[in-house]
């Protein structure tokens, strides 16, 4: 009869790694096709692949800025008119006159919203190459691995195998979800500015060429969001994963499955080592990515107070509305992640105190290991980390009620209003 957990970690890697992996692929970062006899026409359909993903990542960077395509809003693009000088009674056309070329606001805002969020965008891109391609190419079927050779399969509630592997399948199937609201909510954006949409130096001249750079820009917006969703998804998967673990040694501990306190010890300072790689790694890609995400969620929201909003329609605003849904869900996500396994990481750290004072199962255990045992685990310094900050959910409400409470506020004093 198979072992449960080897059944539990085959399904695993069936139903979460190999998705995640074709995930990576998709996007470059790892080969799209493998050989055993390593061909040569392999390693070179691999890089012509790979040159494509970034082609049409800078396709989509470059077509944005052409069409002054903003993603916060479907708001039409703003332009400055020439000048047109004022003619006396008796000239019927000025002399000598040059007009000067018709300006954006895109123009005069290029760096803040175009150039930062996309080299922000690329080096999160870049970095990740580098963790998943070769600093940590098996890292997570590592950790998974790990994961569920110390679980036990008669685990229930939130130690159960199954709701673990049902949770990381979650991630998955979000991430494609959110992809997919994302791509409907730029074809609202884009059939609510059609008729303004100008390409300006990109402009083909004719409507059928048009509808042609609309295609390759939706292309590029779909492989930068993909790129946004791997990240957060390999960040969030983890995360859960180290959630599990630890919870689990948690348990075990207390139990005294580990057997003695210097074998738990050990475990602690495994789970330890797992979580400064991923403080060091992927959450450093999360944070490049969170400041365009709280930028969008920003500007987004600032868009529902905007006065000029004369020419939108309907369909504006609820494409605007879907995507600040969008980007406050992606922004939440490794944030929420992050702060519940700063949780756990804190209940790890209270559980010398716990053995201390109810030392069940541990009744054999001298008063000199127990006390290295609360030693230890008081002096613990685990924290998921983003920015190299500490997250912990009670930063997070106060962050969001000193944000709530300033909004009502500005609301109060007629600061702003809503044009809804």
Not at 161 to 172: D, T
Not at 205 to 219: E, P, W, Y
Request: hydrophobic letters at 50%; glycine letters at 4%.
């Amino acid at each position: 009869m198979d072992n449960p957990i080897t059944v539990a970690l085959h399904r695993c890697k069936q139903k979460v790694l190999l998705p995640y992996l074709r995930l990576l692929s998709v996007i470059g970062w790892r080969p799209l096709l493998t050989s055993q006899t390593n061909a040569c026409w392999v390693g070179l359909v691999n890089f012509v692949y790979f040159v494509l993903v970034i082609c049409l990542i800078l396709v989509g960077y470059v077509i944005q800025y052409a069409a002054c395509y903003r993603r916060d809003r479907a708001s039409p693009a703003k332009s400055s008119l020439p000048y047109s000088p004022v003619l006396s009674p008796n000239t019927t056309e000025p002399s000598n006159v040059t007009l000067p070329p018709t300006t954006y606001e895109c123009d005069h805002h290029l760096i803040s919203q175009y150039i930062v969020p996309d080299l922000l965008h690329s080096a999160a891109y870049a970095y990740a190459f580098y963790i998943i391609r070769w600093l940590e190419s098996e890292q997570l079927a590592i950790l998974m691995e790990t994961v569920f050779l110390q679980s036990l399969p008669t685990h229930t509630g939130f130690l159960s195998q199954k709701k673990l592997i049902r949770s990381l399948r979650s991630f998955i199937y979000l991430g494609a979800l959110w992809v997919v609201l994302s791509c409907v909510g730029q074809v609202l954006h884009i059939i609510a500015l059609f008729d303004t949409l100008n390409f300006r130096w990109m402009d083909p001249g004719s409507q059928t060429g048009k509808i042609i750079v609309i295609i390759f820009m939706v292309i590029g917006i779909i492989v930068l969001d993909i790129v946004y969703i791997a990240v957060v998804i390999s960040y969030s998967v983890q995360c859960s994963l180290l959630i599990f673990y630890i919870r689990g040694l948690r348990e075990k501990v207390k139990e005294k499955i580990t057997g003695d306190l210097q074998r738990a010890m050990k475990e602690i300072s495994e789970a330890e080592k797992y979580l400064k790689i991923l403080n060091q790694n992927m959450a450093s890609a999360v944070s490049l990515l969170l400041f365009n995400f709280v930028t969008m969620v920003i500007l987004g929201v600032a868009a529902f107070f905007d006065t000029d909003h004369i020419t939108y329609t309907p369909l504006m605003y609820v494409s605007t509305g879907v995507s600040l849904v969008l980007w406050l869900c992606i922004m939440a996500l490794p944030l929420v992640q992050a702060a519940r396994l700063s949780a756990a990481c804190n209940a790890l750290r209270k559980l010398g105190h716990e053995i201390r004072v109810r030392p069940f199962g541990y009744q054999d255990t001298s008063r000199e290991e127990l006390d290295s045992f609360l030693l230890f685990t008081s002096s613990l310094n685990m924290r998921a980390k983003i920015f190299r900050i500490p997250v912990r959910s009670s930063y997070l409400f106060a962050i969001g009620g000193a944000a709530c409470f300033t909004l009502l506020l500005l609301f109060q004093m007629n600061v702003v209003s809503v044009w809804l």
